[in-house]
């Protein structure tokens, strides 16, 4: 009996309950939340009055709540097989990305039929379509965590990665050049069947991958350097150029491709991580000043670059004195109208927000995806936003806590570039929303609609959760 007492003790002490008890906050938080939205849409229904309220019986409260009680029952099934297969896992990052996935799940929800108002759509069951790939992404996020069981195993290809990297660029890259020749508009999306597939999600993750696994292979070289360039020394070309051969990727996903954040993503990626990895800050220097200097080439070749910082120009509260072209430039498309409106929904919102479901942030167009981050800002307000960033402040912190803790370089490595993913995404599209840099097409993580970034998101997550456990159980075992 007393060896059964102390089993049983011993399993209670393992149960992950720090993410139990921090994974009912935003149980409450989004029930209540949906709650909110569901009464207000039956208030707005001009078939309830005042007189008949009482006698309705049947509000559609409990069947609206069905799609988030799924997707809570959703994440607790991952609790749960988290608790049996990794228990040593981080704790606290599961319960941050299930408040921002269902966040993103709800306000998709409450945007969808105003955007077939107003835009015409059609975006039929947005919130439908957003909880299914939440879903999903939360089953590849396990399924990476059982098919990695050693991470380390990724940098022994990390040659395939950088293929793999130029394999899933090069039909953007085709895609682009013909649209370049025909005048069309272009954009990083590929299609395929029913499917919209944007390869730049699942690029920065083979991005990662090799700089992780080349520098932990070449770090001492890169870090000494044998060629000296003034007050710089360079590591030799062999080790260089493959490095050089990834920015050019981001080269081609500027130039051809049309992605200003891609690009934007890969440089700031190449940046942190050859810092991270050789601890020389004149490598970092000198990568910021090439930065600026291939930004102004691409600013002067450009005209799409030029309209994207024409439109952060753009000074809207000159209204009574715009000059016919200032008036077209603002109302066409790629223009001042989308950012202008974004601006006005942040004004609205204020400090403390109109309330989630009574305010209208539907008229910039994308708002569902670019400019996600102004639907939030009107409907939470100052306070909802700062709420937000806090989330991305502490994931960020959890993954390179994770990294810090990590018992090899390449972990090490790996852990920060993923941790870097999150944090640069969130700086460039909240600063392109608040009209402090140019719009680019990088969704805001979790939060805005997109079912490539949901999945690339989840597996990054996945490869956080399974370093942080391969940690603690190696820990435990060199004890």
């Avoid at 081609?252 to 934007?264: C, D, P, Q, W, Y």
């Avoid at 852990?415 to 402090?436: M, P």
């Amino acid at each position: 009996m007393a060896q059964i007492a102390q089993r049983t003790t011993g399993v209670v002490r393992q149960f992950r309950w720090k993410e139990l008890s921090l994974l009912i906050v935003p149980a409450l938080i989004l029930l209540l939340l949906m709650t909110q939205l569901l009464i207000i849409r039956a208030s707005n229904d001009p078939a309830i009055t005042l007189d008949n309220l009482s006698k309705i019986k049947n509000l559609p409260i409990l069947d609206g709540l069905i799609p988030l009680l799924g997707f809570l029952a959703a994440v607790l099934g991952v609790h749960i097989v988290l608790n049996i297969f990794f228990r040593k896992a981080d704790q606290v990052l599961l319960p941050l990305v299930a408040l921002l996935s269902g966040l993103g799940i709800l306000m998709m929800t409450r945007l969808g039929p105003d955007i077939l108002k107003i835009h015409g759509g059609p975006i039929p069951n947005l919130g439908s379509h957003q909880l299914l790939w939440v879903i999903l992404g939360l089953a590849i996020c396990l399924a990476t965590m059982f098919i990695l069981r050693n991470v380390n195993w990724l940098a022994r290809y990390k040659y395939t990665w950088m293929l793999f990297c130029f394999a899933v660029l090069l039909p953007s890259v085709i895609k682009g050049i013909t649209t370049i020749k025909s005048g069309a508009p272009t954009r990083d999306t590929l299609g395929i069947g029913a499917l919209a597939l944007q390869p730049s999600e699942f690029l920065k993750i083979g991005v990662v991958i090799f700089f992780a696994g080349y520098l932990n292979d070449n770090r001492d070289v890169l870090a000494e350097g044998s060629y000296r360039l003034g007050p710089l020394r360079l590591p030799p070309l062999r080790q260089l150029g493959p490095m050089l051969f990834m920015l050019a990727i981001g080269l081609l996903s500027f130039l051809i491709v049309r992605e200003l954040g891609l690009a934007m993503l890969v440089y700031s990626l190449f940046l942190c991580m050859t810092y991270v990895g050789t601890g020389k800050k004149s490598y970092a220097i000198v990568s910021l000043l090439a930065f600026v200097m291939l930004a102004f080439i691409g600013y002067s070749l450009l005209t799409y670059v030029q309209a994207r910082f024409a439109a952060l120009a753009f000074n809207p509260t000159n209204w009574a004195n715009f000059t016919p072209a200032q008036e077209n430039f603002y109302q066409n498309n790629g223009g001042g109208f989308q950012i202008v409106q974004g601006l006005v929904n942040v004004a609205s919102g204020g400090i403390l927000g109109s309330g989630f479901g009574m305010g209208y942030p539907v008229t910039p167009p994308v708002i569902d995806a670019d400019m996600a981050f102004t639907a939030y800002a009107e409907e939470f307000g100052l306070v909802g936003l700062f709420a937000i960033i806090g989330i991305y402040l502490l994931i960020v912190h959890r993954g390179f806590r994770i990294a810090t803790e990590a018992n090899d370089i390449f972990s090490k490595l790996l852990a920060t570039g993923l941790t870097s993913v999150f944090a640069l995404q969130t700086i460039i599209i909240a600063a392109a929303n608040l009209k402090l840099f140019p719009l680019t097409g990088i969704p805001l993580p979790y939060l805005s609609n997109g079912g490539n970034a949901i999945l690339a998101n989840f597996i990054i997550v996945g490869i956080l959760l399974r370093i942080s456990h391969n940690t603690a159980v190696e820990r435990e075992g060199a004890f």
